[in-house]
């Protein structure tokens, strides 16, 4: 046997790469695509619904004609609003401190929203339900700057007394949907020759909140906000600075129906000749004004 089992050897030729292969089992066979409906071009999703389409479920969505947060009473007013309730995203006292240590922040200017989203410290989607920015209290103990803050939403009398101990000013003020493209990306809206426009008043859940000192609302007027000042300073035990400047700075905050520090609403910005149209007859500059 040993014999034949040679003599077989000696006629096989010698083993070299062009005549060597990989065993059958050595790897899975490809699937065949180009069956069923859609010809294999839907790319595993189906032909029809959501996920052939490519987009994503709002947060806690659930199909059906009776979701669950409606079939059991006892979610159902925590998910009553919950395709419309606003949202705030988070930027700290340490945040802002870092953006200043990296002097891409002047303390020297007023800082809003466009100025937070131009040096990449912070991203608003208006698109998905988000309505600005709500400053928050970590890193109180190391916030050592002065500034002129406008947020959209403050967390508490520690936030607010960590600014204003070293003679900073905060203020919230609503911006409504449109308002915060515009504020967003302002250059991307001044290159569609639209005029600015004005910002529309709060909702009646929010209006009292922005009319409040206490809160440094934007409706509020400086004498109430100086006055709220001195009581949390007193409360706190704690002396304020510079109050001329602080005085200044809530007399040169915006106006209720203005998106822009310098820029009027109504006003269109020709990015590309540089020049700025102010419109010219009474009832448009009542109109954005009023």
Do not use: C
Not at 15 to 43: C, D, H, M, P, W
């Amino acid at each position: 046997m040993y014999r034949e089992i040679g003599k077989i050897i000696r006629k096989l030729p010698r083993v070299t790469l062009t005549n060597i292969r990989e065993f059958e089992e050595a790897y899975k066979k490809k699937q065949k695509r180009g069956r069923g409906a859609t010809r294999g071009r839907a790319s595993g999703r189906g032909r029809q619904g959501l996920q052939h389409h490519g987009n994503l479920k709002p947060l806690g969505y659930m199909g059906g004609d009776n979701p669950t947060y409606i079939k059991v009473p006892k979610y159902l007013e925590f998910y009553r609003d919950m395709d419309h309730r606003r949202q705030y995203i988070p930027i700290s006292l340490h945040r802002i401190q870092y953006l200043m240590d990296q002097g891409r922040l002047n303390p020297d200017q007023t800082v809003d929203l466009t100025t937070l989203v131009n040096v990449r410290g912070t991203t608003v989607f208006p698109a998905e339900r988000q309505y600005g920015v709500q400053l928050v209290g970590r890193g109180t103990d190391i916030f050592q700057t002065r500034l002129n803050l406008e947020v959209q939403w403050v967390d508490g009398e520690d936030t607010i007394a960590a600014i204003e101990r070293l003679g900073g000013v905060v203020t919230t003020g609503w911006y409504d949907i449109t308002s915060l493209y515009w504020l967003v990306d302002p250059l991307g809206m001044f290159r569609h020759g639209s005029p600015i426009p004005r910002r529309t008043l709060p909702p009646y859940d929010a209006a009292e909140y922005y009319a409040s000192p206490l809160n440094r609302g934007y409706l509020a007027s400086t004498a109430e906000i100086l006055e709220a000042r001195r009581e949390l300073a007193s409360r706190r035990g704690y002396s304020l600075r510079d109050e001329g400047l602080a005085r200044q700075w809530l007399e040169e905050r915006k106006h209720r129906r203005q998106i822009y520090y310098g820029l009027e609403p109504g006003w269109i910005v020709n990015v590309k000749d540089r020049v700025i149209l102010k419109p010219n007859h009474n009832e448009l500059h009542d109109y954005y004004n009023t």
